[in-house]
């Protein structure tokens, strides 16, 4: 008998770590079979391995300047060509990858709490409160998103982190609408009454039972406006707003390359090529989170 108790007493429910590395299997299980998602998370992972290891992968120093080396076509010497001032256009392309990733962690890290935190007080609490912050968020919404971090980041002057506030000032509101259209769901679920009933603080019942539902909509479509984003960002480098000269940012890089275009194609179309493939790789990756983690969106 005190054996069997004590064979009770020394089962335990999987820890956290085992849910999660579950979670993770299952995860990669059903990627697994997304071939086209598994390519843009490739994609991605080797931007972010590319971002990390720029000093090492790079031929050669982005910002040397070799004026007998100007304007040279792609070659074995130099993959993608020089730009106007010799500089290697595929080291400045490997060195703007940190730019690139460093501008949409920025930016999430900012648009994802602050849209998610609205959203859910908007959708729990409703009433005036949630009047409020809609109208402040439609507001916001009415302006061209573009339009309105040219204006922001002309106003704070040009630099890479005047950049990164103006796009995330511009980009919340979507997550926010996002996460009031979730929390107006699950505050009606079973399980959230029920912790009323148990006398749970609407603090509690917001952190810890309304925020998590609505987390993983949120990761979604900050997948899916990273494509937008990292465009803006292009956009407000090529007009001299973003990242300034000789740091090696793609839309700086189109810009400057924008005059040879005729003659030496391959300084404005390398960095539109890595705009393309990142971009393409962002909305890959957002369409397969959606198919995975929403089965409201699965495909038939």
């Known amino acids: 008998m005190s054996q069997a108790h004590d064979h009770a007493i020394t089962i335990r429910p999987p820890g956290i770590g085992t849910r999660v590395v579950s979670s993770l299997h299952r995860f990669v299980k059903k990627l697994a079979d997304e071939p086209l998602g598994m390519a843009g998370f490739i994609v991605l992972a080797v931007l972010v391995i590319v971002a990390i290891l720029a000093p090492w992968l790079a031929p050669y120093d982005p910002s040397i300047q070799s004026l007998e080396n100007a304007l040279k076509p792609p070659s074995l010497v130099h993959l993608a060509g020089t730009d106007e001032f010799g500089r290697d256009i595929l080291s400045r392309l490997i060195y703007g990858t940190r730019i690139t990733i460093q501008t949409v962690l920025s930016i999430s890290v900012i648009v994802g709490p602050i849209g998610l935190l609205i959203g859910i007080i908007a959708g729990f609490t409703g009433g005036r409160t949630d009047a409020i912050l809609m109208r402040a968020t439609d507001i916001v919404l009415s302006f061209p998103a573009l339009i309105l971090a040219l204006s922001l980041a002309a106003a704070l002057g040009a630099g890479l982190n005047t950049a990164i506030i103006a796009i ?4 919340w509101p979507p997550i926010a609408r996002l996460a009031r259209a979730e929390a107006l769901v699950v505050r009606n679920a079973d399980y959230v009454a029920a912790a009323r009933l148990y006398g749970a603080s609407p603090l509690r019942i917001l952190l810890f039972y309304i925020a998590p539902m609505c987390i993983p909509s949120v990761i979604v479509r900050l997948t899916l406006n990273m494509a937008g984003i990292i465009l803006t960002a292009a956009s407000l480098g090529f007009l001299g707003l ?24 391959w300084v404005a179309v390398m960095p539109g090529i890595a705009i393309l493939l990142t971009s393409l790789a962002f909305n890959i990756v957002g369409d397969t989170l959606r198919d995975l983690l929403d089965p409201r969106h699965a495909r038939s």
């Open 168 to 171: 995330s000032l511009t980009a």
């Open 242 to 265: 973003g990242a300034q000269p000789p740091a090696p940012e793609w839309g700086a890089m189109i810009s400057s390359g924008r005059k040879f275009m005729l003659d030496y194609w």
